[in-house]
């Protein structure tokens, strides 16, 4: 195993169209998704509570164990299995991609779903988010997972969802989150149970 891997079979178990190896899509399917979390708990709350104030939001922030920036999902299925997890855990061991620190720079409403998502867009570092999907993606490809890349992927990190809708807004200054690693994780009955399945350093 590779040492890079942090892995957990515990109850085993950007946007992509499915891949072509995945079983058909349910009413609430398992999902296998990458994603990054930014930590900075006191930082990321204390803006989005004064995100509150300012625009009579009552929903409640998500938790910081909750804040992440999804990087992409590999599918949907009926149940997954080990091997096709598996497969997926060998994929992410062999992305090789530096460390690199992404900064929160504004916060804004998307108008997708209901209630909307009140998301943090990056600045600094976005760049960096799309570098790691594709190498992602091209590693899951060698293992025969076909994924194929959405058009106008935006990194983000969503933090909470109301229906009063905010518009696109600076913070007062950027909030610097250093990237060190990437997670594949398990969610099932429609994304309420997750879990970490691996986490991977990003080594350059």
């Given at each position: 195993?590779?040492?890079?891997?942090?892995?957990?079979?515990g109850t085993t178990s950007?946007?992509?169209?499915?891949?072509?190896?995945?079983?058909?899509?349910?009413?609430?399917?398992?999902?296998?998704?990458?994603?990054?979390?930014?930590?900075?708990?006191?930082?990321?709350?204390?803006?989005?509570?004064?995100?509150?104030?300012?625009?009579?939001?009552?929903?409640?922030?998500?938790?910081?164990?909750?804040?992440?920036?999804?990087?992409?999902?590999?599918?949907?299925?009926?149940?997954?299995?080990?091997?096709?997890?598996?497969?997926?855990?060998?994929?992410?061991?062999?992305?090789?991609?530096?460390?690199?620190?992404?900064?929160?720079?504004?916060?804004?409403?998307?108008?997708?779903?209901?209630?909307?998502?009140?998301?943090?867009?990056?600045?600094?570092?976005?760049?960096?988010?799309?570098?790691?999907?594709?190498?992602?993606?091209?590693?899951?490809?060698?293992?025969?997972?076909?994924?194929?890349?959405?058009?106008?992927?935006?990194?983000?990190?969503?933090?909470?969802?109301?229906?009063?809708?905010?518009?696109?807004?600076?913070?007062?200054?950027?909030?610097?989150?250093?990237?060190?690693?990437?997670s594949l994780e398990h969610?099932?009955?429609?994304?309420?149970?997750?879990?970490?399945?691996?986490?991977?350093?990003?080594?350059?």
């Amino acid at each position: 195993m590779s040492e890079q891997l942090r892995f957990d079979f515990g109850t085993t178990s950007l946007g992509t169209r499915p891949p072509s190896r995945g079983r058909t899509p349910v009413g609430k399917p398992d999902m296998l998704m990458f994603r990054l979390y930014p930590g900075q708990d006191v930082p990321i709350a204390s803006a989005v509570c004064r995100t509150r104030r300012a625009y009579g939001l009552t929903a409640k922030p998500y938790d910081a164990d909750q804040r992440h920036v999804s990087l992409l999902s590999i599918g949907s299925y009926e149940g997954v299995t080990l091997q096709l997890i598996g497969d997926a855990a060998a994929a992410a061991s062999q992305v090789r991609s530096p460390a690199f620190d992404l900064a929160f720079d504004r916060i804004v409403s998307f108008r997708n779903g209901r209630p909307k998502p009140l998301v943090m867009l990056c600045g600094e570092g976005a760049n960096k988010v799309v570098e790691l999907v594709n190498r992602i993606a091209k590693a899951l490809n060698g293992f025969g997972f076909g994924v194929r890349l959405r058009s106008g992927f935006v990194p983000h990190c969503t933090v909470l969802r109301d229906d009063r809708l905010v518009p696109e807004v600076s913070l007062d200054r950027p909030i610097i989150s250093s990237m060190r690693e990437f997670s594949l994780e398990h969610s099932t009955n429609g994304g309420r149970l997750r879990l970490r399945i691996g986490r991977w350093p990003l080594l350059g």
